[in-house]
């Protein structure tokens, strides 16, 4: 006699090995997408929470400045309020900057995946504008950044263009207000006031962009590509 089957268990259909594979691989690929949305949510939500604080601080600023008319009073509430959002701006770019290489390695992954996908369907490669290769020029190329300046003002203004940049900036001209509210709270001349403003923030911005570039290229030299866009060709 055959034995019966627990009751409600059903046997499921064996696929065959290149369509289980590719449901595993879009599986992934759906997966990484998910990620992607994930990130970019964190990203929008961390910079409307830093210019939240900004705009409210600024708020309070006002009402205190029209009480206190600008006094004592006023300058070391300004220094205590800007002191707090200047670190809440620092903390918004470096976190943008972590979601950023994120993004990246859920690129390269997906990148792979894709290169999956033509090894066993390489007739369709021309029906797809992005690429197979997981290193950087692929991932450039899938996010349509071949074209972005790698030198000079382009640069320069496409760094300025992204999320960390533009909070950078604005965190660089917070760190100048408080220099300048402190250089006033003790005397110091009008000039050395503009001077201290102007100084704080380029040199804010520079510790931003030398942090990022640091950190970019150590995210660039710990990703080893498996699929490069110069391939070597396959022993026979």
Known sequence: MIAAEPPGEQRQPQ??????????????????????????????????MFLSVLAGAVIALALVAQADRFGQTFVLIAILVLSVVLFIGVATVVRLEVLNHDDLRWVMGMNRIRHAYLERHPELEPYFVTTKHD?????????????????????????????????????????????????????APTALVVAGAVGAFLLTMAMIGIWGIRSFLQFRASHEPRFASQELPKQQ
Not at 24 to 43: D, F, G, Q
Not at 146 to 157: D, F, N, V, Y
């Open 15 to 48: 696929l065959p090995e290149d369509a289980g594979a590719l449901q595993v691989l879009a599986t992934e690929h759906w997966s990484l997408l998910a990620m992607r949305s994930l990130t970019y949510s964190e990203s929008l939500s961390r910079v409307s």
């Open 135 to 187: 290193d950087f020029i692929g991932v450039s190329t899938t996010l349509g950044y071949e074209r972005t300046p790698t030198r000079g003002i382009g640069q320069l203004a496409h760094g300025m263009q992204t999320l960390p940049g533009m909070v950078g900036v604005v965190a660089a001209v917070i760190a100048g207000a408080l220099v300048a509210l402190i250089a006033d709270a003790l005397s």
